[in-house]
């Protein structure tokens, strides 16, 4: 069975964001400056083939502890549907 798999990569709350910081000031200089903070990261979408839905994330985890997340300075979550 194909399940789709969403990969949610953020930066580590911990670090700096510099591609959310230069979208903040980009909003106040549009005047919406009621915008607190602005986290920038990815989402990505797996098409993953397997038995049941645990097998599935099981597959995903590894996809982005491997490739798609760097745990320095990146953080991942999982949703299937």
């Known amino acids: 069975m194909t399940y789709t798999v969403q990969v949610k990569v953020m930066p ?3 670090l700096l964001d510099p591609q959310g910081k230069a979208v903040m000031g980009g909003l106040q ?6 915008i607190q903070d602005v986290r920038v990261g990815k989402n990505i979408t797996l098409q993953v083939e397997a038995n049941t839905p645990d097998q599935a994330k099981a597959i995903a985890e590894e996809a982005s502890r491997k490739l798609l997340a760097n745990p320095v300075m990146e953080y991942f ?5």
């Open 29 to 34: 200089n549009l005047g919406l400056g009621n």
């Open 12 to 14: 580590l709350k911990e």
């Open 77 to 81: 979550e999982l949703s299937i549907s």
